[in-house]
């Protein structure tokens, strides 16, 4: 008999090293790099939107220099709620499912999705122009493909891990913190003396547009500009959604990164718009605001004779651009874990809340990297298209958010808990981020707004379709579950352990959990190999997805379920005098865990034959049922056949299942070894049996 040994690509990870979730996890200072770059650059483009808003109008920077601050920390206090309501992370999309319902959650999951995937292209697009600026002219030519080159690389460090990637880009978001931090920080300082005069202008110029237009006048157009400068908050939403992947504890970890996020962001945005206003600034053609900006305030700057100045700007200007680049990393890394957890959920693909052994959703990062691609090309990456269509679907998460934090803290109006506070900081978010909405959707609606309302709603209907698919799905499964089980007696007992004979005939067979499925691939095979088939083998795999990595004790807990699904089988098998046993291991890569389980079989029992049972609903399109399931079985199958091992791929079918199945049983023992989970002892096993 040939040697079985399947191909190596990946390192398998040890997903009960105690250490593992440690080492992977990020203190608050990382993850403020990873998750706070979306938020601080988009300084780029959302104060500059402001202040353009506010033209020959522009002494009212001083109201917005004071609202947008104050309304960052409105936010990111209804945020602090969510991380402390919802520590194991899903921001906005668990905030509204469990405080609105699913369909509300099914749209804010969807909005930030689409959200994410347009901070990842106008990101790009944005940097690029910035690290252009500063190039020859001819280079302008090749943005698009720098674009497309920088979002690959992008893709790629996030496919080798979160952390790494984060750890590759702390440089550039320190110099941008420093550079903007001097300049911004002496801009204010050598023009203190002023704000005096500011503050009478400020006066002045509202009593005499009051006298003229109405305070209803300065009212809108303080509203429109505060809007439109909407891009400003969206990298608040992230810390929310990334609390799984901070350290323990991980709800002040959490609110101390938000609390970081919320200051800087605050400081520096703050800042610009008020320094816009002091130093008169107007960008010149091909100029940036900001770049007009921190010309005139590094002008002077002279040591022994040195101009420092325009090497500061540039400075400062090329960390601009490269932190646009991290915002960008931070879309590719935030929008699958959002989608994970609708996978988890159903609303999308079951493939989306697995995990590599990088712990990366993998596949989510490919979809979400190569729309963006596809948006870049789509826009030929002109920033000023892709500026209308972000920042809306944002907005419709925030209010949702806020809406669903006023209903809670509401309801809890009786309890003992204190509530009114945070009631108070959710009606406040509620209004200010339903107003900016409503705002932003008729201030942007024919400039392209229409377009992102429509991929939406897209992502919507198919979410709602897939998770409909599920469900049919799923009602019919339970249905064979029912069926088959009736084979099963109420109180099973095991009886005794049958011995395993290694040299013997062996039906393997690959399930995941005690179900009809397995039962019916069970009976099935027996039919066909009864007589010379001497041992019975489950192989199960327990593969921690999105759901499982929230730390070691779900892990643990993942472990005694597979298990107890395990000796069910075993019990099974042993009451019908069968001898059988089972391997389970654990990892994140659903390929490889049964590529280890099906060397282990081998390795025991040479003379072994696989089984695997696949559902099929005729009354389903093929391609679309083979992008819902995961049929990794064929890949397995393949790679044992190459190798001379058989192995069978039953089907089992959820329409017109025939009844009169013939009834039969299952069994387990097994000296431990490898690096895989086997009974330890037989009590734990029957314990384990009984308690499930």
């Not at 990101?123 to 600026?133: D, H, I, N, W, Y």
């Not at 799923?474 to 249905?479: A, I, P, V, Y």
């Not at 995941?512 to 010379?532: E, I, P, S, Y």
Request: charged letters at 15%; proline letters at 4%.
């Amino acid at each position: 008999m040939a040697r079985f040994r399947f191909p190596r690509f990946n390192r398998a990870v040890n997903v009960f090293n105690p250490h593992l979730f440690e080492n992977l996890s990020l203190a608050a200072f990382l993850a403020w790099v990873g998750l706070g770059s979306d938020a601080l650059s988009s300084s780029a483009y959302g104060p500059p939107e402001i202040y353009y808003a506010l033209k020959g109008h522009e002494y009212l920077s001083v109201f917005l220099a004071i609202g947008i601050p104050l309304t960052v920390f409105i936010i990111a206090a209804g945020y602090k709620q969510v991380i402390a309501l919802f520590p194991e992370g899903g921001g906005g999309y668990h905030t509204a499912t469990t405080l609105l319902g699913p369909l509300a959650g099914l749209v804010s999951g969807s909005a930030l999705i689409v959200d994410y995937v347009l901070t990842a292209a106008i990101s790009v697009a944005s940097g690029t122009e910035a690290v252009l600026s500063i190039l020859p002219a001819s280079w302008y030519q090749e943005r698009i493909l720098l674009d497309l080159v920088i979002l690959l690389f992008l893709i790629f460090l996030n496919l080798r891990g979160m952390k790494e990637s984060i750890k590759i880009l702390l440089p550039i978001f320190i110099g941008f913190l420093i550079t903007n931090g001097v300049i911004l920080g002496w801009g204010l300082l050598s023009h203190a003396g002023e704000f005096p005069h500011v503050a009478m202008a400020t006066i002045h110029g509202a009593q005499h547009d009051s006298m003229e237009y109405g305070w209803i006048f300065i009212i809108a157009l303080v509203l429109r500009a505060f809007s439109l400068g909407g891009g400003t908050y969206t990298g608040l939403e992230a810390v929310a959604n990334g609390v799984h992947i901070m350290r323990e504890p991980r709800v002040q970890t959490g609110q101390r990164t938000m609390t970081l996020l919320a200051t800087s962001l605050s400081l520096v945005a703050g800042s610009l718009i008020f320094l816009y206003l002091l130093y008169h600034a107007q960008a010149q053609a091909g100029e940036t605001l900001n770049a007009a900006l921190f010309h005139s305030i590094t002008a002077n700057w002279q040591v022994f004779g040195i101009n420092w100045g325009n090497w500061a700007t540039l400075l400062a200007l090329i960390t601009e651009g490269l932190l646009l680049y991290i915002a960008a990393n931070t879309g590719i890394i935030t929008a699958p874990i959002v989608m994970a957890n609708m996978a988890v959920d159903r609303w999308l693909p079951e493939r989306f809340s697995y995990l590599s052994d990088h712990f990366v959703s993998r596949n989510g990062i490919l979809l979400v990297g190569f729309s963006s691609i596809a948006i870049l090309l789509a826009t030929q990456g002109h920033v000023s298209v892709l500026v209308v269509l972000y920042s809306i679907n944002v907005f419709i998460t925030f209010t949702l958010t806020m809406a669903g934090l006023t209903r809670h803290w509401f309801s809890q109006r009786k309890g003992d808990k204190p509530w009114l506070g945070k009631l108070i900081i959710s009606i406040l978010g509620l209004i200010v981020t339903g107003f900016i909405l409503i705002i932003t959707i008729f201030e942007k609606f024919d400039a392209g707004g229409w377009f992102t309302l429509l991929i939406t709603s897209i992502v919507i209907m198919l979410g709602y379709f897939i998770y409909r698919h599920y469900r049919s799905v799923s009602k019919r499964t339970r249905e064979l579950d029912e069926t088959m089980l009736d084979v099963v007696p109420e109180n099973l007992e095991p009886g005794p352990a049958l011995p395993l004979d290694p040299r013997g005939s062996t039906a393997v067979f690959f399930v995941n959990r005690f179900d009809g499925v397995g039962l019916h691939t069970l009976l099935t095979a027996h039919r066909m190999v009864k007589g010379f088939v001497k041992n019975y083998v489950f192989l199960l795999a327990g593969i921690v997805g999105q759901g499982e990595f929230k730390g070691i004790e779900a892990v643990e807990e993942l472990k005694v379920y597979t298990e107890a699904e395990a000796n069910q089988y075993v019990a099974y098998c042993r009451a019908q005098g069968m001898a059988a046993t089972w391997f389970a291991t654990y990892g994140t890569d659903r390929i490889q865990a049964m590529e280890d389980l099906a060397s282990a079989a081998i390795r025991y029992f040479p003379n072994s034959i696989f089984f695997a049972g696949r559902v099929i609903d005729s009354s389903q399109n093929s391609t679309l049922w083979s992008i819902l399931h995961d049929e990794v079985s064929f890949i397995i199958q393949d790679r044992l056949q190459k190798d001379g091992f058989s192995m069978m791929i039953v089907p089992v079918h959820v329409r017109g299942m025939p009844n009169n199945l013939p009834a039969i049983s299952l069994p387990i023992d097994m000296p431990p070894d490898l690096e895989l989970v086997q009974p330890e002892k037989k009590e734990k096993s029957e314990e384990n049996a009984k308690s499930n």
